[in-house]
T-cell receptor, first 112, second 112 residues
Framework: EDQVTQSPEALRLQEGESSSLNCSYT??????LFWYRQDPGKGPEFLFT???AGEEKEKERLKATLTKKESFLHITAPKPEDSATYLC?????????????FGQGTILTVHP | EAQVTQNPRYLITVTGKKLTVTCSQN?????MSWYRQDPGLGLRQIYY???????DKGDVPEGYKVSRKEKRNFPLILESPSPNQTSLYFC???????????FGSGTRLTVV
């Protein structure tokens, strides 16, 4: 069974204080790992797709990396508007090709 | 504007009264999916569809039905809703191959 575990559950940072969020996964035949941002009461917003170990993607203050067992979302010099829940998800291959499994998310709060 | 549209946004209903939540996408995506989101349980996949007339169960399909008669539409049907189906529901779509899902704005369902 595919599993995705995110840590920490919640993270409080001061503005400008860089940190990382972790996503550990077990999946049969990883087709892709996704990071999403979700604001309260809204649908998840797509951030990145990572396909293979060693791959990195960047967008503004966010950088996602991937190994064979986990992914990290690095947040450099965060601002209060980066406050949100960050979700990690994996897409498996084989017969469950359309099935996307999410982790529980990390609630990030950035204080000014 | 490329989007996934869900209706209604909010719905309060009584136990046993059949209801349908509609979902439509204008991006010509092959894959569509329904998720429910509950506190402490995260996003869980209900059903997904890989194309017209092709659907498969996700992690929590009990009590739900779906149909995919047209490529753009993927309604979620609750034949006899129960209070444990009170949740926030999201529809999502993506292209065939590996890519991120685009999510709708959500439907908050309360069954009393």
């Amino acid at each position: 069974e595919d599993q995705v575990t995110q840590s920490p559950e919640a993270l409080r940072l001061q503005e400008g204080e860089s940190s990382s969020l972790n996503c550990s996964y077990t999946v049969s035949g990883l087709r892709g790992l996704f990071w999403y941002r979700q604001d309260p009461g809204k649908g998840p917003e797509f951030l990145f797709t990572l396909y293979s170990a060693g791959e990195e993607k960047e967008k503004e203050r966010l950088k996602a990396t991937l190994t064979k067992k986990e992914s990290f979302l690095h947040i450099t010099a965060p601002k209060p508007e980066d406050s949100a829940t960050y979700l990690c998800a994996v897409l498996a291959g084989g017969t469950s090709y359309g099935k996307l499994t999410f982790g529980q998310g990390t609630i990030l709060t950035v204080h000014p | 504007e490329a989007q996934v549209t869900q209706n209604p946004r909010y719905l309060i209903t009584v136990t046993g009264k059949k209801l349908t939540v509609t979902c439509s996408q204008n991006m010509n995506h092959e894959y569509m999916s329904w998720y429910r989101q509950d506190p402490g349980l995260g996003l869980r996949q209900i059903y997904y569809s890989m194309n017209v007339e092709v659907t498969d169960k996700g992690d929590v399909p009990e009590g739900y039905k779906v149909s995919r008669k047209e490529k753009r539409n993927f309604p979620l049907i609750l034949e006899s809703p129960s209070p444990n189906q009170t949740s926030l529901y999201f529809c999502a779509s993506r292209f065939q191959g590996v890519g991120g899902y685009t999510f709708g704005s959500g439907t908050r369902l309360t069954v009393v």
